[in-house]
C-alpha cells in the first residue's frame, strides 16, 4: 500500500500486461524448455555424426542430409510408404467418416448405441487397439482368415505380406480413428439448418444433389480441419507400426516417424535421425500450409 | 556458465522433487545386474546366488532385472546412453565386438586376476577370446550353449517313429531326416507344427540362430573375413531345405503363426539348454538330441553370452567384485543345471552331468560333446547395423514363391559393405 | 424421427450398420474371449467366442507376470496429475490470451498455433537429452512434463482460449465493479463459467495421458515404473514368443474398465471430442 503512494500507480494498461504475462507464464515457459528448445536443438544434431552409443559426436555439416536425399536409398522407401500411408488412410478415413455422419445424424431407434460403437475405438489405447488386430491377423489362424474361409477366400499373411502388410496397417487405422472424424461430421451435419434441405427439396431436388449442391459445400470448414487432423495424424503414426509390423515385411511400413525412432534409439543414429526428424518437421509444415491455402482458394471462388 | 547450468537444473530437479514424483532413488549399495530371463527357475538360481555374495558383504544386494530378449541390446543401450547404466548385464555373443568396440564395458581383469581362489587360467581361452582384448578382460561367459534339438517323445511315439537321439547314435539324425520326421508329425487338425524355429524367433530377431545351423552343416557360412558367405551354394541349399520344409511340406510353423514347441505345439524345435525350465510342467515326454547333421558333416553351433560390468556404472569395482563371486568355479557349477560353463574344470566334471536333475548324463553329454565341436554363432563389429541391413532382406525369403537364391545375394548386397 | 420407408428397407439400413460395426466390436469381443482361453486353444482354428475351458486364471497370471497393479496406478497417477496441471496452466493462459490485452500476446498465440500439429517424434531426441541432463531418466516427470508444455498443452490452451473468447464479457464487467482482482476474476466467474470446456480438455488430456507410448517406451527403463501401455507391449515370453492369453487379459484389464466409463459417459465425452474438434 506504501509503494502504491510513493509510486504513481500503475495504468491499467500495465497492470494488465502484468498480470497477463503472469497467466501465460507456466506455459510459456515450459513451452520454450520442452518444445522450441529442443526444436532448435534438433536442428543442431542434425548437422552432427553423433552416436548413441560411444556418445561420440562430430561436427558433420549437411552429411546426414545428404546421406538420406543421396546416398541412403532406404530413406526414399521410407518417404514413399509415409506418403502411400496418408494418401491410403486420408481418403478412407474421411470418406467413411462422412458416410457413418450422414446415416448416424439423423436420429432413428438405434442410433445413439451405433455411435458409441463406432467411437469405441478411438477412446480405447492405441496400442491395445494394434496388439488385439495384430492377434487378429495372424496367418492361418487369425479370426479375420478363419472368417474369410466360412466364405471361400483364402486370406493372405496379412502383417507378413509386403503387399498386404500396409494395407492391414492402414485399414485398422481407419477404425481406431474414424469415430473422431465421424462426431466431428456430425456435430457439422447437425449445425445445417434443416430449411435449406427441405427448400432444395420443394424445389425437386433428390437426396444425392442435396448432399452434392447444399450439404458438402456447407461442410467445407469441416472438411479441412478434419483434412489437416487427419493428414499430420497419418504422419505421426507410430504405436500401429511399432507394434504391428516393425516396419516391415521388407521395410514395406518402415514409415518416417518409426524410421526416426529406430535411427536414434535402435541403431543409435542420433544425427541421422535428427535430421529425419527436420525434415518431417518441415513436410508437415508443408503439408499443412498447401491444405490451408488450397482451401482458402476454393472458399473464395 | 557451468554454475549457471547447475542452478537450472537444481531448479527445475527441486520443482520435480517438491511435486514427489521422482522415481525411487536406488540404494547405495545395490547393483543393478539386467538380464534378459524371465524363467522363475533361472531367477531363483541367481537370486540364490546374490543371496550368498549378501551373506559376505551385508550392505550389498543384488537385483536382477528382466528385459526381454528382443529389446534387450536396444533397452541396454538406451539406458546407458540415458546416463541410467545397470551396474552389470547378460550380453550375447553378437553384440560383444559392439560393446567392446564403443568401450563402454569395465576393465575388470585385475579384480578377476586378484580375487584370492578364482583361477583366471580354468576359464576357457576359446570361450574368452570375445571378451579378451590384450590384457583387458571386457566380460566372463556363462554360457557357452550349442543350439541343441528338443523333441516331442510322445509325438514321435504315436508316430512310431525312431527318436532323434538314437538315430544321431547311428550316424542317421541328417537334416533330410529332421524334414522328414518334422512332415510325418505335423498335424494341422489339432494344431500341431512339426519343427519351430529358435525360440519362435526364426523370421525376426533370431533368423541367424535358426539358419545357421543348417547352413553351417551344408559347408557355408554367414561371413568370414570381410566376405558374404549366404549367397554360397551350400547356404542356399540350406536354406533352400528349410524353406521346403514352411512352404512345400507345410511342417514348419510358417511366420505370423505361433506352434510353441514348449506347450507341446510343435514336434521339433532348436534352441538350447537353459529352455529347459520351460519343460517343467509339459504335458508331453521330450527328449534331446545333436543337431543333425549335414552333406557337410557335423556342425554344432554354439550362442554364447557373458556377464559383462558397465564402465559407466557408479560402483564399477564392486560390480567387477560381484563377477568374480559369480563367476567362480563354485557358483559357476550352480548355474551349470542350464548354463553350460567356460570353465573347464566344471566342464570337464562328473559334476556337470548331473547337474540338472531334469536332464539325464547321457543328454548332458550331448551338450558337452556340442560345446567341444562346436564354433561360436557370428559376431562382427557392425553387428546392430548388419542385423539391420538383413532384416527386411530376409522377409523377401518367406514366401511360397521366393527365390532362395536371388533373396541370399540380395542380402549379401546390402550386408557387404558393412562387412 | 427417421421414418424408413419399407420393412425392406429398415431391415436393409439396419444390417448395413450391423455389419460395418463387426470391425468395431469383434475385436473387442475376441480380446474378451482370448483372455480366458487356454495357451494351445488360443490358438486352435475356431473361431468360438467361447472357450472350450474357463481360464480365469489367466487374470492372476497377468499380475504375477508383471507388476500389473503398479502399473496400472502409474497410468492412473500420471493421468491425474497431467490432467489437473493441465487444465490449470491452459485455461490461465487461455483465459489471458482471450481477455486481457497485453503487448505479445498475439505473437505468443501464433506461435502456440504453429506448435499444435507438431508431433512430438520431432522432438523427441532432444528430449531425451534434456531430460538427461536434468536427471529425469527413468522417471515420470518426462511423461508429465512433455504432455502438459507440448502439442497436447498447446491444443489444451488453444481450447481454453476459444471458449474464453465467446463469453460474453459483461459478467466480467459486473465482477470487477466487485472489485475482484483480476485472479479472482478468473477464478470465480470465469471457471466456474467455463465447465463444459473443462470437461472436454480434461477428457482429453486424460486419455492422451493414459494412452501415451512414445514417451514411456524412450524414457523408462524399470518395469515398476511401466505405464500401462507399455507394459501391454511386453507381454512375450523373455525369449520373445507373444503370449497371447495374457496379453489379452491384460489388453482387457486396460481397456474394459476405459470403456465402462465411456459407455456411462457416452454423451458427454463424445461432446468433447466434437468440441475439440469443431474449435480446433
Redesign the interface.
Known amino acids: 500500500m506504501k509503494d502504491t503512494a510513493i509510486r504513481p500507480p500503475l495504468t491499467l494498461?500495465t497492470r494488465?500486461?502484468l498480470?497477463?504475462?503472469l497467466?501465460?507464464s507456466?506455459?510459456?515457459i515450459?513451452?520454450l524448455?520442452?518444445?522450441?528448445?529442443?526444436?532448435v536443438?534438433?536442428l543442431g544434431?542434425s548437422l552432427t555424426e553423433w552416436?548413441?552409443?560411444?556418445?561420440q559426436s562430430t561436427f558433420a555439416g549437411m552429411d546426414n542430409y545428404a546421406d538420406a536425399l543421396g546416398r541412403n536409398p532406404e530413406f526414399w522407401t521410407v518417404l514413399r510408404n509415409s506418403l502411400v500411408f496418408a494418401a491410403g488412410l486420408v481418403p478412407l478415413n474421411m470418406a467413411l467418416a462422412l458416410t457413418?455422419a450422414v446415416?448416424l445424424s439423423?436420429?432413428?431407434?438405434?442410433v445413439?448405441i451405433?455411435?458409441?460403437?463406432?467411437?469405441?475405438?478411438?477412446?480405447?489405447?492405441?496400442?491395445?487397439?494394434a496388439?488385439?488386430?495384430t492377434?487378429?491377423l495372424?496367418?492361418?489362424?487369425?479370426?479375420v482368415n478363419?472368417?474369410l474361409a466360412?466364405i471361400g477366400i483364402d486370406g493372405p499373411?496379412?502383417?507378413?505380406?509386403?503387399d498386404w502388410a500396409m494395407f492391414a496397417v492402414i485399414v485398422t487405422r481407419v477404425?481406431k480413428t474414424v469415430?473422431?472424424?465421424m462426431?466431428?461430421y456430425?456435430?457439422?451435419l447437425q449445425s445445417i439448418p434443416r430449411d435449406y434441405e427441405e427448400a432444395a427439396r420443394l424445389e425437386g431436388a433428390s437426396g444425392w444433389q442435396v448432399f452434392r449442391l447444399i450439404t458438402w459445400p456447407l461442410l467445407a470448414p469441416?472438411t479441412l480441419?478434419?483434412m489437416?487432423?487427419t493428414v499430420?495424424g497419418s504422419?505421426?503414426v507410430?504405436?500401429h507400426i511399432?507394434?504391428m509390423t516393425?516396419?516391415?515385411?521388407?521395410?514395406g511400413t518402415?514409415v518416417?516417424?518409426f524410421y526416426?525412432?529406430?535411427q536414434?534409439?535402435?541403431?543409435?543414429n542420433?544425427g541421422y535421425?535428427?535430421a529425419l526428424?527436420?525434415i518431417?518437421?518441415l513436410l508437415?509444415v508443408l503439408l499443412?500450409i498447401t491444405q490451408v491455402i488450397l482451401k482458402q482458394r476454393g472458399g473464395e471462388r | 556458465m557451468k554454475r549457471h547450468d547447475k542452478m537450472i537444473k537444481r531448479l527445475i530437479g527441486a520443482s520435480a522433487l517438491a511435486a514427489g514424483l521422482c522415481g525411487t532413488p536406488a540404494l547405495a549399495e545395490e547393483l543393478r545386474f539386467t538380464v534378459w530371463t524371465g524363467s522363475e527357475a533361472h531367477l531363483s538360481m541367481l537370486n540364490g546366488i546374490a543371496a550368498s555374495y549378501t551373506e559376505k558383504n551385508p550392505d550389498v544386494t543384488v537385483r536382477f532385472e528382466t528385459i526381454p530378449f528382443a529389446d534387450y541390446v536396444q533397452k541396454i543401450t538406451l539406458q546407458l546412453a540415458g546416463g541410467n547404466p545397470p551396474d552389470l548385464g547378460w550380453l550375447l555373443e553378437s553384440s560383444a565386438p559392439t560393446f567392446v568396440d564403443a568401450a563402454v564395458l569395465a576393465d575388470v581383469s585385475e579384480t578377476l586376476k586378484s580375487t584370492e581362489g578364482y583361477d583366471f587360467d580354468d576359464l576357457s581361452q576359446g570361450a574368452m577370446g570375445l571378451w579378451q582384448d590384450g590384457d583387458a578382460v571386457y566380460g566372463v561367459p556363462f554360457s557357452t550353449s550349442p543350439f541343441i534339438v528338443y523333441y516331442n517323445a510322445s509325438l514321435y511315439d504315436a508316430a512310431g517313429l525312431e527318436h532323434p537321439d538314437a538315430l544321431a547314435a547311428k550316424g542317421e539324425w541328417t537334416w533330410e531326416r529332421l524334414k522328414q520326421d518334422a512332415a510325418a508329425l505335423a498335424d494341422a487338425e489339432a494344431g500341431v507344427w512339426g519343427f519351430q524355429s529358435v525360440d519362435g524367433q526364426g523370421y525376426g530377431g533370431r533368423a541367424v540362430h535358426t539358419l545357421i545351423p543348417m547352413v553351417r552343416s551344408h559347408g557355408g557360412d554367414a561371413w568370414a573375413d570381410g566376405t558374404c558367405g549366404w549367397a554360397s551354394d551350400e547356404a542356399v541349399e540350406a536354406v533352400s531345405l528349410y524353406h521346403d520344409m514352411i512352404f512345400k511340406d507345410h511342417s514348419a510353423v510358417p511366420p505370423g503363426e505361433q506352434g510353441d514347441f514348449f506347450t507341446g505345439n510343435a514336434a521339433l524345435t532348436v534352441t538350447q539348454l537353459s529352455r529347459v525350465s520351460k519343460l517343467k510342467d509339459a504335458a508331453f515326454d521330450w527328449g534331446i538330441a545333436p543337431l543333425p547333421s549335414g552333406p557337410a558333416g557335423e556342425a554344432s553351433v554354439i550362442g554364447q553370452a557373458a556377464i559383462v560390468a558397465f564402465a559407466q556404472g557408479k560402483q564399477t569395482d564392486l560390480a567387477a567384485d560381484f563377477m568374480a563371486h559369480m563367476t567362480s568355479a563354485e557358483n559357476v557349477a550352480i548355474m551349470a543345471e542350464f548354463f553350460p560353463p567356460a570353465r573347464n574344470s566344471v566342464l570337464e566334471g562328473e559334476a556337470f552331468l548331473t547337474s540338472n536333475a531334469a536332464v539325464s548324463p547321457e543328454q548332458m553329454k550331448i551338450v558337452a560333446n556340442g560345446i567341444a565341436n562346436g564354433a561360436v554363432a557370428p559376431g562382427h563389429v557392425a553387428y546392430p547395423q548388419i542385423e539391420s541391413a538383413m532384416r527386411p532382406k530376409f522377409d523377401a525369403l518367406w514366401k511360397p514363391d521366393a527365390d532362395v537364391k536371388a533373396v541370399l545375394e540380395d542380402v549379401c548386397a546390402a550386408i557387404e559393405p558393412l562387412l | 424421427m427417421t421414418r424408413f420407408q419399407s420393412p425392406f428397407v429398415r431391415i436393409c439400413w439396419y444390417l448395413s450398420l450391423a455389419i460395418l460395426a463387426v470391425p468395431f466390436v469383434f475385436p473387442f469381443l475376441w480380446m474378451l474371449s482370448g483372455a480366458v482361453k487356454s495357451q494351445t486353444e488360443i490358438f486352435s482354428p475356431s473361431l468360438s467366442l467361447l472357450p472350450q475351458t474357463w481360464h480365469w486364471e489367466n487374470y492372476a497370471e497377468v499380475f504375477r507376470y508383471q507388476p500389473f497393479a503398479r502399473q496400472y496406478f502409474n497410468s492412473l497417477y500420471i493421468a491425474v496429475v497431467v490432467t489437473a496441471g493441465s487444465l490449470f496452466i491452459s485455461s490461465l493462459a487461455g483465459y489471458a490470451l482471450a481477455r486481457i490485452r497485453f503487448a505479445g500476446s498475439g505473437l505468443l498465440l501464433l506461435m502456440l498455433i504453429s506448435a499444435l500439429m507438431m508431433p512430438e517424434e520431432v522432438t523427441i531426441i532432444p528430449n531425451f537429452f534434456l531430460m538427461k541432463w536434468l536427471g529425469l531418466m527413468n522417471t515420470h516427470m518426462p511423461l508429465i512434463l512433455l504432455p502438459m508444455f507440448g502439442s497436447q498443452g498447446v491444443m489444451a490452451t488453444f481450447l481454453m482460449r476459444q471458449y474464453f473468447t465467446a463469453l460474453p464479457p459483461e459478467l466480467e464487467e459486473a465482477a470487477r465493479m466487485d472489485g475482484l482482482s483480476r485472479f479472482g476474476i478468473f477464478w470465480k466467474v470465469a471457471l466456474p463459467l467455463s465447465r463444459p470446456a473443462l470437461a472436454a480438455v480434461g477428457i482429453i488430456t486424460f486419455l492422451f495421458s493414459w494412452n501415451l507410448f512414445l514417451e514411456p517406451l524412450v524414457f523408462l527403463s524399470d518395469i515398476e515404473l511401466f505405464t500401462l501401455p507399455l507394459a501391454l507391449s511386453n507381454f512375450t515370453d523373455a525369449y520373445g514368443l507373444p503370449l497371447w492369453h495374457l496379453q489379452m487379459a491384460a489388453t482387457s484389464l486396460a481397456v474394459v474398465p476405459i470403456l465402462i466409463v465411456y459407455i456411462a459417459a457416452q454423451r458427454q465425452i463424445v461432446e468433447s471430442f466434437a468440441l475439440s474438434g469443431v474449435k480446433g
Request: proline share 5%; charged share 10%; net charge neutral.
Open positions: 494498461r494488465d500486461a498480470v497477463g504475462w497467466f501465460v507456466p506455459i510459456t515450459g513451452f524448455i520442452f518444445f522450441v528448445g529442443p526444436l536443438a534438433v544434431y552416436n548413441l552409443l560411444t556418445q457413418l446415416a439423423r436420429p432413428f431407434k438405434g445413439v451405433f455411435r458409441t460403437i463406432f467411437f469405441a475405438p478411438v477412446v480405447t489405447a492405441a496400442v491395445a487397439w496388439i488385439v488386430w492377434f487378429l495372424q496367418g492361418e489362424s487369425g479370426a478363419q472368417m466360412l499373411n496379412w502383417l507378413r505380406h509386403p477404425f469415430g473422431l472424424n462426431i466431428l456430425i456435430a457439422a469441416t480441419v478434419i489437416v487432423i499430420v504422419l505421426k507410430f504405436d511399432y507394434l516393425e516396419g516391415g515385411p521388407e521395410n518402415l518416417l516417424a526416426i525412432y529406430e536414434a534409439f535402435e541403431f543409435f542420433v535421425a535428427a526428424a527436420v518431417l518437421f508437415i499443412t
